[in-house]
């Protein structure tokens, strides 16, 4: 019996990375789907000269993409092609934070933007570095990556974002050995083309890095919405300001979180998200 780390899984075949710095090939027993145990990437298990034979306890998990015991998520956004979305970013914020993950923003092609437009986009991240580590890059300067780097040793990365940002870019630029596939965004739609089509980790020193499918969609399945206001480390802050407890900062009198955003404190287009996403897991699972 040997400890292993599951870093691959195409076809319902999972490569195990061995304590052994071997890789092997393995099925997990019968028993796991009887069970409903559903191993993932990121998985730590054991295994024996045919199967895997126990997965051990996690520490966090996602659903999409499907991997687990992630110390950091790096949220890829690009400037434009595809054209930057605050929406969509807020959305993989809360995502990221509802599976106990620490986020890190990493804006890609800066180059494309006038110095006007980047005054008004990084003006606006602004606001996000006071809660998440943010890092500009571009294909012509990279002045986050060596600081970036930081962030891997000794741990298991997931780079998630919109297809066409450039997270396979990133990836080969940090480690050029990886030579991972990369495709031009589409002039007629806007987006990329999807270059991953699995979940992988990857080795980049003692740590390990994923580079995931795009998404199209995300979705906020098992979510509540009286509890969403959790993934806002900076509605958080101020949690006990509001006149009732178990505010959520929707239409109860007295919410100190609406008085910050008519004072401009609290971004209103973040709060305009907030707002959305509650509704949108309303109208999934009625709750109230």
């Known amino acids: 019996m040997q400890n292993g780390k599951i870093i691959k899984l195409v076809g319902g075949v999972y490569t195990v990375f061995g304590d052994d710095g ?44 499907a991997v687990a015991n992630v110390d950091h998520i790096l949220i890829v956004s690009s400037c434009k092609e595809p054209t930057f979305s605050f929406q969509l970013l807020d959305r993989f914020l809360a995502l990221v934070i509802h599976a ?16 006007a437009e980047m005054e008004v986009l990084s003006g606006k991240l602004a606001y996000y570095q006071k809660y998440f580590p943010v890092f500009y890059t571009s294909a012509k300067a990279l002045p986050g990556i060596p600081e970036l780097r930081e962030w891997f040793k000794g741990k298991i990365v997931v780079l998630s974002g919109q297809t066409g940002a450039g997270k396979s870019s990133i990836l080969n630029t940090i480690d050029p050995s990886l030579r991972l596939e ?5 002039k007629a739609l806007g987006r990329g ?10 080795r980049i020193g ?66 305009d998200h907030y707002q959305r996403l509650v509704e949108e897991i309303k109208a999934t699972k009625p709750i109230f």
């Not at 990369?182 to 589409?186: G, P």
């Not at 998404?215 to 959790?230: C, I, P, Q, Y």
């Not at 929707?250 to 979180?257: Q, S, T, V």
Request: aromatic share 10%; glycine share 6%.
């Open 22 to 65: 071997i890789r092997y090939e393995r099925k997990p027993l019968g028993l796991f789907r009887y069970r409903k145990i559903y191993p993932k990437v990121g998985d730590d298990v054991l295994f024996d000269a045919e199967s895997i034979t126990q997965l051990l306890p996690r520490r966090n998990e996602m659903v999409r993409p």
């Open 100 to 115: 106990g993950i620490d986020p890190v923003i990493l804006v890609t092609k800066t180059d494309l933007m006038t110095e």
């Open 182 to 186: 990369t495709n031009e965004i589409s």
């Open 193 to 202: 083309k999807h270059t991953t089509r699995h979940v992988e980790l990857l």
């Open 206 to 271: 003692d740590g390990w890095v994923a580079d995931t499918p795009g998404f199209s969609k995300l979705d906020f399945v098992g979510f509540d919405a009286r509890t969403l206001h959790e993934c806002y480390p900076d509605f958080l802050e101020h949690r006990d300001e509001c006149r009732f407890h178990g505010c959520i900062h929707i239409n109860e009198p007295g919410c100190r979180i609406k008085e910050l955003v008519r004072s401009g404190a609290i971004l209103p287009e973040r709060y």
